[in-house]
């Protein structure tokens, strides 16, 4: 079945410092969402991609989906303390329920 | 507007029991789905519902889970004769409609569930 690997599990920054959080998929993706959890929160959505290559930006955050549609990336350039949670991929293929990453969880020390 | 809604928050519960697990959707939303977070790990799909479709139910650990979407709204999970590995965050989520094509809608979670299972 579908994988969708994420790394680094953990990242310990410190304030001012960029974040790079990594997501593969095993299979081609349709398209690919990404989600913030803070800590003894709930998953909110934070955007979604859907063309091959595609770049959106969100103020200090840049997302990235692969040429091949089974990569993605999330940037967070100067990180700030309030940056710190778990940011899940969550890969879409055909008619099958999104497969979630497994998080990386961000540390931001001030 | 209201988002989604889960109850209770917090179960604790012996092992051999059976719990139930409420969702309230966004008002609206035909696609539903249940999750389960244990600590500090990622989200493990359990089953989804959408509109009167069969549901999904391919994430579900074991024939002790199951769960119900009466009028195509409210969801309740059931774990039968819970066990300590059943301990973890169940989270629901709605999203305005499961689309057919490659742009699916925003998933909305709802706050969990957290279970205990003694």
């Known amino acids: 079945g579908q994988q969708v690997m994420q790394i680094p599990q953990y990242q310990h920054v410190q304030e001012g410092e960029d974040f790079t959080t990594y997501c593969n998929s095993s299979t081609t993706l349709s398209n690919i969402q990404w989600y913030k959890q803070r800590p003894g929160g709930h998953p909110v959505f934070l955007i979604q991609?859907?063309?091959?290559?595609e770049v959106k930006k969100q103020k200090r955050l840049t997302f990235q989906f692969g040429e091949a549609k089974k990569n993605s990336s999330l940037h967070i350039t100067a990180t700030q303390t309030t940056d710190v949670g778990t940011y899940f991929c969550a890969g879409g293929a055909g008619r099958r329920a999104l497969t979630f990453g497994s998080g990386t969880r961000l540390q931001v020390q001030p | 507007g209201a988002g989604v809604s889960q109850s209770p928050s917090n179960k604790v519960t012996e092992k051999g029991k059976d719990v139930e697990l409420r969702c309230d959707p966004i008002s609206g939303h035909t696609a539903l789905y249940w999750y389960r977070q244990s600590l500090g790990q990622g989200l493990e799909f359990l089953i989804y519902f959408q509109g009167n479709s069969a549901p999904d139910k391919s994430g579900l650990p074991s024939d002790r889970f199951s769960a119900e979407r009466t009028g195509g709204s409210v969801s309740t999970l059931t774990i039968q004769r819970t066990q300590q590995e059943d301990s973890a965050v169940y989270l629901c989520a709605s999203s305005l409609r499961r689309s057919q094509g490659p742009r699916r809608d925003t998933q909305y979670f709802g706050p969990g569930t957290r279970l205990t299972v003694l």
């Open positions: 991609l859907v063309k091959s290559g």
